[in-house]
């Protein structure tokens, strides 16, 4: 994609219906996430992009079901069905709050690469969010300080990125870290659908 975008960019996407866009869907795809939220506005402010969050798709044919792999706030490494955040997102029989638009590396990932990257993911599941590396990024940015160590926590992109290199495939990093905007404007990254 390459090109930063803003909200009224997004929301001149055509929106195409889940139902509609389900069967295209393919383990590794992208799911980057506009939100309407407090912490959602928190990180598009500190990274200075539209973008809150992102995630990835696993698509499961024996249980007909698709999923993101995510890092939550407050949640973690986590596995969610696609169709819970379009219906029932954190249980409060609303969806999210915001735009939802899915992406694809281009060339994409063989289907090796893919199941890697989720297999490496799934191996992660319950690992906690790190809620306060938002923070930390904002004082990087500022002081020009680099991260000086690797923990077990991760924020969304942090999770995607190394689910991706696992695989084999790098995103570029931002003096030392990645945010859903670097995910978003590596040239290898394009637009499916907007879905909400």
Known sequence: MADPIIKRDIKRLAVRRYEAVRDELRSGD???CSGSYVFSGLIQRFTCSVWSHVGIVYRDDQLQRLFILESETGIGVRLVPIS???RDYHGRRRPYRG???IGRVEPAPADEQARQAVSFGMDLLTKPYDNFEILRIAARIAFRVGRRTQDRKFICSELVDEC???AGVR???RDNYISPE???RDPGVRVLARVL
């Open 30 to 32: 992208l799911v980057f």
């Open 84 to 86: 819970k955040y379009l």
């Open 99 to 101: 735009q939802i638009v």
């Open 164 to 166: 991706y290199r696992a």
């Open 171 to 173: 995103f570029a990093r």
């Open 182 to 184: 670097d995910i978003w």
